[in-house]
């Protein structure tokens, strides 16, 4: 769910493309099966932007198990512009918080 369905592999692909990180390739994470293997692969593929990319992962997966929750329980789902613009918002509280990796990486507006 926060890898291999369509939904996720949108919003990884929009956050390839807003952030430039040729990097990340979702269509290679249908042939895992297990977030630990995922995640494992996200990390070895970053060297030196390891702690930014570590962070952005934890962010969108969180992002991501919110929308899964609220579309269970609630009966709702929102678009995938709308999650983006979540992440941004999420991404610079966190950066203000200290997450200095993570703003390292994220675009400016």
Avoid at 73 to 94: G, H, L, S
Wanted: net charge positive.
């Amino acid at each position: 769910m926060l890898f291999r369905c369509r939904f996720s592999t949108r919003i990884w692909n929009m956050i390839k493309d807003l952030m430039g990180l040729a990097e990340i390739e979702p269509a290679t994470w249908v042939h895992m099966w297990s977030v630990e293997q995922w995640w494992t692969s996200i990390i070895l593929a970053h060297g030196h932007r390891k702690k930014a990319i570590a962070s952005l992962a934890m962010l969108v997966a969180w992002e991501l198990w919110k929308e899964r929750n609220v579309r269970v329980f609630r009966n709702v789902a929102t678009m995938p512009t709308i999650i983006m613009d979540k992440i941004k918002i999420e991404a610079t509280n966190w950066a203000s918080a200290g997450s200095h990796h993570l703003g390292s990486v994220m675009p400016g507006d």
